[in-house]
């Protein structure tokens, strides 16, 4: 079992830059794949990216590409998403989650460790 604590939220205006923490404990964090996803009000929650559990390959959904970018460093127990460039349409909280396999999913049916989440909110 691993447990995440995620932190970095907070309010920003539009064109501002964020740096979310996702602090694993518990299992080898390195034995996992990660993704960052976001639930807006009356929203689904949305698969925003994913990280393998080497860190070479990630994936982005292509409303944030170019502008988010997933790391991890394995050493630290930590996924890391720098978010720049925000609009208010990011606005979501933000929940990091693992799953004990080699590669992310967009899917959150498929994650079975997640962190309590951290809000975001950007305004315009």
């Known amino acids: 079992q691993v447990q995440l604590l995620e932190s970095g939220g907070g309010l920003v205006q539009a064109g501002g830059s964020l740096r979310l923490s996702c602090a694993a404990s518990g299992r080898t964090f390195s034995s996992y794949a990660m993704g960052w996803f976001r639930q807006a009000p009356g929203k689904e929650r949305e698969f925003v990216a994913g990280?393998?559990?080497?860190?070479?390959?990630?994936l982005y959904v292509d409303s944030v590409k170019g502008r988010f970018t997933i790391s991890r460093d394995n050493a630290k127990s930590t996924v890391y998403l720098q978010m720049n460039s925000l609009k208010p349409e990011d606005t979501a909280v933000y929940y990091c989650?693992?799953?004990?396999?080699?590669?992310?999913?967009?899917?959150?049916?498929?994650?079975?460790?997640w962190g309590q989440g951290t809000q975001v909110t950007v305004s315009s």
């Open positions: 990280i393998s559990m080497s860190g070479f390959s990630m």
């Open positions: 989650a693992a799953r004990p396999t080699t590669y992310y999913s967009g899917t959150y049916r498929q994650y079975d460790y």
